[in-house]
């Protein structure tokens, strides 16, 4: 059998972008006014070319913009030559230059679905094999005092149409029970609700916490551990009734595989910036569907570009029920000059029919 001459990389830019937030985000563990993300396009020999996006985090994957610039121009010495659809080979290639570094090698895979969708002339979600161009998205309240989470909480569902919530907690128990107790006065019963505890309880913290949250009609809560200790996961999973979502703890297809063997969760947060883009990312979906386990996907401060890589897999895995891609809305300028990728009204975004990602950027 004949195959035809594979496709070549022939170039490899970067571009860093500086992203100011609408106000300071602050979580259990950190405040960010800003990000520092680096844009890649990957060009190849017949003119197609691909762009992906890292948006590292210091305090999950040990990256910050330095370190992935770093990582590229690493990965581009042995980039150039390869074929882009030899997508499992550029991860080992990855993969034995540098361990970790997982939101650089995201950039790369991002890149290299987008390259794949322009070949195939297909947008994103049908190249990971699905039908659905429609997902729902949360939207994230950051940590302030209970009174303006409640007040934005309102602000968000009657003004910006968002049906699900995802509000940040973990510094203070009792706090969080407060501004709980608030927002789902000021939202009303049919708003679903869902928290972000960023590794902030201790386990008889998170037991009486949750169980506080349960009566508040609060649907699951996302990591209320440090990332370590999934046998602590395990026990608050079994003394509590609503879903329990890890996070931090789950970042490659190997800590999916460890969570869902002690029965550590009911939902993984799969995030492309922990995980190294959406070729690990459908594998961590494969094992946790396996184990009758479901999937989120989640972002980082992420431009659209990462964003619409997310939003793709969501539409196209049946297994991702529940989307957190919500992160280049709190950004100064949403749209950053990248038209296209989805179309968003409220917590609705309509997936582009453009071949790749359907962004429209070029530099
Ligand atoms: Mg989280």
């Known amino acids: 059998m004949c195959r035809r001459n594979p496709i070549k ?35 190849t020999d017949e003119g197609l070319w691909g762009i992906g996006e ?23 010495t042995g980039l150039i030559g390869m074929d882009p659809l030899d997508i499992e080979g550029i991860h080992r290639m990855m993969d034995r230059l540098l361990s970790g570094n997982t939101s650089a090698k995201a950039a790369v895979d991002i890149a290299l679905y987008d390259i794949k969708g322009k070949l195939m002339g297909q947008p994103l979600d049908k190249v990971l094999g699905g039908s659905v161009n429609q997902i729902v998205t949360d939207m994230t309240v950051g940590i302030d005092t209970p009174e303006a989470m409640a007040a934005e909480a309102r602000e968000r569902g009657e003004k910006d149409g968002f049906t699900i919530l ?46 506080a949250f349960e009566k508040l009609g609060v649907e699951a809560v996302e990591q209320c551990l440090p990332s370590w200790d999934l046998d602590g996961m395990r026990f608050v999973r079994s003394k509590v009734d609503l879903k329990v979502m890890l996070d931090e703890s789950v970042h490659t297809p190997i800590d999916a595989a460890k969570a869902c063997k ?6 993984i947060n799969i995030k492309l910036m922990k995980c190294g883009g959406l070729y690990p990312a459908e594998k961590i979906n494969a094992i946790a569907e396996a184990n009758h386990v479901q999937c ?14 997310g939003v793709g897999l969501v539409a196209a895995k049946q297994n991702i029920t529940e989307a957190d891609c919500d992160s280049f809305m709190y950004a100064v300028d949403p749209e950053m000059g990248m038209p296209g990728g989805f179309a968003v009204n409220g917590g609705v975004y309509t997936l582009s029919d453009k071949p790749g990602l359907g962004i429209d950027i070029d530099f």
């Open 262 to 267: 002690i029965d550590a969760a009911d939902i």
């Open 166 to 211: 995802k509000i940040k907690a973990g510094i203070n128990p009792i706090e969080d029970i407060q501004a709980l107790t608030l927002i789902r006065q000021a939202v009303g019963p049919n708003i679903r609700l869902r928290v972000d505890a960023n590794q902030g309880y201790t386990v008889s913290d998170a037991v009486r916490t949750l169980k």
């Open 54 to 76: 890292a948006a590292p985090f210091e305090p999950v994957t040990g990256e910050s913009a330095a370190t992935v610039l770093e990582a590229l121009k690493l990965f581009r």
């Open 9 to 43: 990389i022939t170039d490899v830019k970067v571009e860093t972008i500086r992203i100011p937030m609408k106000k300071p985000f602050r979580i259990a563990f950190a405040v960010q006014d800003h990000s520092l993300n680096v844009l890649v396009k990957i060009s």
């Open 296 to 309: 989120m996907v989640g972002c980082m401060l992420e431009t659209k570009v990462a964003i619409a890589a």
